[in-house]
C-alpha cells in the first residue's frame, strides 16, 4: 500500500505544503537548496484527503507568514502547530460528512478517511523507509562487486534516470499510475526508482500529479456537502462513494470512463506537459515566413496546374525549401477549396485559438486539413485529428499517411495497440483524448457536431486538456452546432427598432463567407448546388405505414426512381419501425421483395448489407440514422420517415440529404422528408441547404 | 409501455423456475432490478433439471447429475465435491456482466448481482437455515489491485437481506495462477490444495456479532454448523472444495455442514 507524505518547507520565514510518495526525494531535491527545513505534517492513503489538505493547510500558511515580530524558534512551532491542527479538524470534517452521506446505502456500516498526524519529526513515512529498502536491493543486486561507499550516489542517479526517461517517453500524456507501467517493459531495470523519478519530475515542475479522484467540501448556508471530481473526465455527478481494499479506507471512483480504466480517490493521475516548443512562436502577428515561401507554398496548393507538375518540380522545390517538405500530395483544389485551405493554414500562425470550417456534404473536407498541418509540422509541431468514431479513424490513417509519407501516423482508438506510441500525427477517437495531457500543437475535430461530440462537456474537456497553452482547434463539420456558429462565425450586424430605441443585433440571416475564425465551402466539389428536400406534411403517417395504406408521395419517388434505376435510402427513426417499414415495401413493390433489405447499428450482417447495398445488389435500404454519414451511393435518393421525430434534428437531417448527388455524373437526387406531425426541424434543415446554395452561388 | 412489456416477459417466463411460493416474492425482485427487457429475456437462469450435487444446467440422460458428477461417482478414488448452486448459466451475458463488474470495477453491478443472488438463496435454500455466511477470501496482493472482494460484497449483501451474520472465517495464503490460465481439472485441484486457511480470529468471530441488532445471535448449543459459501463463479468447483475442506477439517465448533452458492455456474 502506498502512503503519501504531506510536508511543510519551510525557508525564510515564508512556508508551504507538499505532497510525495517518496520523502526521501524531496529530502535530496529541498537539501539542493540552501537553508530549506522540511517538517512532516502527516501520512495517509488517500491520495484525495492529502490533497484536499495540503490546500487547506496552505491556506493557514499564508495567513501566519504575516505576523512579524516573533522569534524563529516560536514562528516555527505556531506555523506548525496551525497546520496539524488545520488538517486535523478539515479530516475530522470531511469524515463526518462521508458517513452522513453513506449511512442508508451502506446499512451503517461506514468506513472513513485516515490520515495520521505527525506528532513529532523521527518517524519516517512507511514508504520511505521502503523505497530505501527497494533501492538498497537493487543497487546490492547490481554492483555485488563494487564497494558500496558511493551508495548514495547511485540511488540519486537511478532516480534521475528514471526522470530523464519519463521526460522522454511518457509526454504529453495524462495517466493513471498503473497505465504508465506500461512503459516499464521497455526499460525494466527502471522498476525501482519509477515513482521516485516521477517525484522528482514533479519537483521540478516538468510534470504534475493529482488524485484521480479529486474531494472538496461544498459549504453552503443550507449543508455541507462532499464534492467528488473525476480529474480524467471533470465529471462530478458519476462518482460513486465505496470501500476500497487498495487504500482501505473511504473511497470514491468514477464510473463515467471506467473503461479506460478506475479512477479512485487512492490512484494517482500522472499529468506530463510536452515539452516540445515550435521553433517558431504561435503568437507572432506578422507573417512567421518569409512571403516569398508562402507564396510557393500557396502556388503550390492552389492552382491544378502546378499541381499536376509537382512531381517535375519536385527537384527545385527541395532546393527552394531547406526545411523538409512533409506534404506529398497529388490531388488538386478547385479554386474554392484552394481559397478555404489558405485560410485555415494561415489561421495556424494567427492569433486566434480557434477556426471554423464549414463544408457541406460531399466538399471534400479532409483535403483542407493538408495545408494547415503542412504548417504545424514545419514550426515543429505535432497534429491530432479527433473524430468521435473509430471507424472514421480507421479509414482516414491511410489516406493521411499516404500524404505524408515522411511521418508514422498514429490511429488511435479503444482497442488500438498503438496507444502508447507517440508520434507527430495522431488520429484518435475523441474518447481516448482523455489519456493526453498539453500533447498537440493543433488539434483538428472532425465532424463536430457527431455523437457523441454534441453537448457533451467531458469531450471538449479533453480536447482543452489535450492542447499545449496556446494551441489551436480547428473545427471541421458540414452542420456546425449553434453554439459553435456563434462562437465563430462573424455574422453581420444589423439595426432593430424597439420603439423609439435604435439598438444593434446580430443578423443571423447574414452568413459571411469567411472571416477570422470561419471559412464556408459552400458548394461541393463539382460545383452543382445541393439538392433541396422537399416536406410531404402525412396525416396519420404511422398509421398508414403499419395498415400498409398507400402514401402517394412515397410511392411516387420510388417508382421514379425505379425506372431510373436508382437505388433508394428510408431512413426511419426507431429500430422497431424497420420491419413495419419493410413490409409496406415488399407489399407495394412485389416484384423487388428480394432487393429491399434493413439494416441497424446491432445488426450482425450490417457491414455485409450495406456493401452488398453499394454493388447494387439491393435496390432499398431501411436504416435507422446510423448511415447518416459515411455511406456514399452515386446514384441514389433518399427517403426520412417520420422526420419529425427528435432523432432527426437539423444537423442530422442536413447530413441525411447530404448523401444524395454527391457524385459529379449524376449531381441531382430526391430527398423527400415526410411528416406525420408539424415540426421544425425539417423546414430548417431545408432553408440551412437553401442558404448554402445561395452562398455556392454567389 | 417500457414496463408493461417487462411485466409481460416476466410473467411469461418465471412460472418455469419458480414454484408457486417463491413466484411473488422472486416477481418483485426481478421488477426491483434494473434490467431492460432484451436483458431480462436474454437472462440465462439455470433450468429446474440441473445437477442436485454441483447445480449444473446440465443432466445425463436418467440420472439427476451432470456429467462431471456421473464420472466422478465412477472413478475408483472418488473425490468429494460440495453441494453448490448457482443462479445463472456462465454464458455470454453472464461473462458480460461479470466482467464489467469484477474485472472493470463497475461497483455500481453490486446491487444487480447481489438481487439475482437472493433470488437464488430464495430459490434453493429458503427452507434451509444457516447459521452463518462466508466468502472465498482473495489474496491480499490481488484484493489490494482490484479494490474490492466481489464474493465479499455478495456475501455482505445477502447476510444484510437474510439477517444472518457474515464471516470472513478463511484468508488467502497462495496466489494461485489465474485459473482460466490453468490447464486440466487435476491441476487445478492440486494447485488449491492448500491455498486456504482459517483465519485466527475466525473462532473470535463468533463471539458476539457488532452492530448487528437485527441479526439472529449465533449460539453454541447447536452440535454443528451449517456454513454457506459465497463466490461469484464454479469454474471446476476446486476453490469451493479446497474452501469447504478447511472448514470441515477445523475442529472449532463440532460437526459442520457446509454448502455453496454462486452467480454464476
Ligand atoms: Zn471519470
Ligand atoms: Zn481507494
Ligand atoms: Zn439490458
Ligand atoms: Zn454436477
Redesign the pocket.
Known sequence: MREYVLYVKERDRTASAHITPVYEVDQQFWAEQEGSRLHIIGRSRSLALIFALREKVNQQLKDVRNEDGLPENKWLDKTLDRAKKAAGDYTKEVNRLYVRETRETGYGNTVCFQMDIQQTEKALGQSCRDFKRSIQEHEEYKLESESKSNNQLLTQNLVDQCATFIETHVKGRALLLEETKKWLEQAPHLETGWIAGFQRLVLLEKAEWKPSVRLEVKRSAWKNQLLFT?E??S?QA?IDKVECYTCGQACAY?F??LSMGR?KCCVPLVCIPNGDKLSLSLHANLPTRPISQLNTLATRLSPPATLASLEQQEGPLHMHAEDNVYLRWKGNFSPRQASVAEQARSFVTSVSPSFLIWAVCGAGKTELIFPAMEEILQLGGNVCIATPRKDVVLELAPRIAQVFPTISVLAIHGSSLQKWENSRIVISTTHQMLRNYQRFHLIIIDEVDAFPYHGDQMLYHAVKRSLVPGGKTLYLSATPPTYLQKQLVQFGDMTTRSGCFLRRKTNYSSLPLSSQSHAILPARYHGFPLPVPRVERISRLRYKLEKQLPIPPLLELCNDSLRENRQIFLFVARIEMIPVVLTYLRKHFPDFVGQIEGVHAADPEREHKVKAFRQKEYIMLVTTTILERGVTIPRSDCVVLEAEAAIFDEASLVQIAGRVGRSADSPDGDVLFLVGQKATAPRKAIRQIQRMNKLGSL | MRSGRKTELLVDRLPTYFTSDQYPVCYQLFQSMELCETCIDKLPIISLFSCVQCGRDERVGGTSHCRDCVKREQQVERTTTIHNRSVLRYEEWTKELISQWKYRGDERLTKLCSTLLQIGFIRYYSNERFDCISYVPMHAGRLQERGFNQAEVLAQALSIKLKVPCRPLLERTKETTKQSKQKGRTNRFFSMQDAFQLRVEASQDFSVPRNTWWMRPFTKTRRGMRILLIDDIYTTGATLQACADVLLSSELWGDHEVRSMTLAR
Open positions: 473525476c480524467r473526465c465529471s458519476t468514477c463515467n470512463c479512477c
